[in-house]
């Protein structure tokens, strides 16, 4: 037989059948993005921490109910989403009365200084718009994909990417194009 | 100059986010070679997907715990109905039944000749059940044998990893515990006279 890399879908197959090592193997390929994206989303390392460890919990434990394994970075994602949302709408109250204002980056920014800005302006969106960015532009899915994890339309997730686009362009403007020394 | 298509002008959000099919991306590139106004819209989301690129991955402050756990494992008639449903047992469940109703139905023995008597299709059957268990066997060995070799992996690349960690804190330590002696005697000196000529 010819040798392949072992696949997520071998691993599902054998975490399916009882192996907690073939689990741990997903958790250890995926754990770094989940663990991103819930952090962007919550901003809070512990929060994230937690939820990443709610999340790898309640995938091994629905794994058998994974219909498609090639659909499973969507799906654990999902289920990622599902936790940082039920957090979040617990959060609300504190939040609304502490809103993110973006900071002001005077001067020549280092690389640092400017992923600070990034960090700062990706916080002044709403949560649906963020959180359309993360999976985007941090993790790379398709529009049909973030339609499948944000349940809801493609239409909606073009809207919400497109509007935090345009805020984050008009946000981080004078810190990008201080820098690029074209201002 | 503002662009002259207006309502048709190309989605460049979706251009420099990797959604516009290969045609779509040609017509959109031609026109811009035209139009200032796309260009500056281009340029613009490209310095902020470009300042976006500048805020990376965290590494997580520690690996989710994922221990074997008794109430996750299948249980005892999960096991039971996974078994029943592999083809390999299927396979010699036939046989079994098929051996079975020769014994009991087969016709008293009469001395015929004896190249009559080989049933082609039992062997058939015995031999096709033995290569599909076979195979399956194989397969499943492999998959368990790369599975193990890739966690053996991973935990190897964890352990050089903390090791390195570790070595990289003992040295900051042990430079900041050089440096901090050489201050402490300095001082010493300065206060005492010591080593002063």
Redesign the interface.
Known sequence: ?I????EDR??I??AR?????????L??RW???I??YL?RLVSN?EDA?DL??ET??KA??NLRKLDDPARFSAWLFRIAHNEAFSLLRRRKPESELSEPRPRDFGGRLL?IE??L???SA?KVLSEDQREA?LL???QGF??DEMAEILECPVSTV?SR??TA?DL??TT??P???R??GLA | MSCKLQEGRPDW??YT?G?MDARARQEAESHMAACSDCQDELA??R??????A????????????????KV???RWYEKLT?AFLRPSFGAAALIAAAILVHAFVRPVMVPVNTTAQVDTRAIEARVTAQVTERVQS??AA???S??????AE?EKR?DQRTALLLSATDKRYSDAADFLNKQVTRIYALNTGAGVR
């Open positions: 037989m040798f392949r890399e072992v071998d691993l197959a054998t059948q009882g192996n907690v090592e073939a689990y741990n193997l958790v250890s754990e770094k993005r663990f991103n952090l390392r921490l990443s460890q790898f919990l091994y434990q690389p400017l992923s800005a990034v960090e990706l960015v985007k532009v941090y398709k529009f073009k990417l497109y686009l984050l362009k981080l403007a810190a990008v194009f820098k690029d | 959000k979706a986010l959604e613009g989301l310095v902020t997907l470009d300042a976006m500048t805020l990376r991955d965290e590494e997580l402050p520690r690996r989710i715990a994922f221990v074997s756990d996750f494992e299948p996974q194989e397969m492999a998959v368990n790369a599975v193990t070799k890739a966690v991973t964890d």
